[in-house]
């Protein structure tokens, strides 16, 4: 499973990419949240600085200026998936982007039904939203898991990308389930480099060997 991070914050995405993240999905809350207006600058600026596949959302409604929105997005940069929702105009949308062949990253998924819609209508990703649903006493990784099954059970090429992740826990069982990607926030990739026993080990070790080598 590769890991993608979910920030549209510069510094953050360049310490990921050092810690092994391929690619980042934004949408419009983590790009207001870096104070920036010029969305095309800010994508373009993060596909200098990850290897791989970067979401970024279409920010309006109907049918046909979501598809004139989406195209324009896609020709921003090679490494470029618009990201589209998991509504009525969405799949319609998505339908239309794949196929002219634009990646299309079909977000804000919350049903296995969503799941095999998106994948028949071409979305390149699809991304099942698991903490939001935890949020409100469903278990989001029982969808993960449904979604699998029924994307192995048809040869799906629609890739599964976990998203609204929010503890290691959730990267760890996603990647079990067999997902192919997951997005997830700095704070979860901080998680992911450390261990208490890690920690103590080191600077046990450490200690030893100053006493030793008399450093
Ligand atoms: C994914 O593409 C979304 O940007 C993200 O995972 C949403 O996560 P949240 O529920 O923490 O906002």
Known sequence: MELFLDTANLEQLRQGVKWGISGVTTNPTLVAAEGTRDYKSLVKTICGIVP???????????????????????????NVVVKVPCTPDGFEVTSQLSRDNIRVNMTLCF???????????????????????????????????????????????TRVLAASIRHPIHV????????HFATIPYKV??????????DAGNARFLADWRKTSGS
């Open 172 to 179: 760890i069982q996603a990647a079990s389930l067999g997902a």
């Open 52 to 78: 791989g596949k970067v979401s970024a959302e279409v920010t309006v409604e109907g049918v046909a200026a979501m598809v004139a929105q989406a195209r324009d997005i896609a020709a921003w940069h090679e």
């Open 111 to 157: 049903s296995a039904a969503q799941a095999l819609l998106a994948a028949l209508c071409g979305a390149y990703f699809i991304s099942p939203f698991i903490g939001r649903l935890d949020d409100i006493g469903q278990n989001g990784l029982d969808l993960l898991a449904e979604i699998i099954n029924v994307y192995n059970e048809g040869s799906v090429k």
């Open 189 to 198: 990739l901080e998680q992911l480099t450390r261990h208490p026993l890690t």
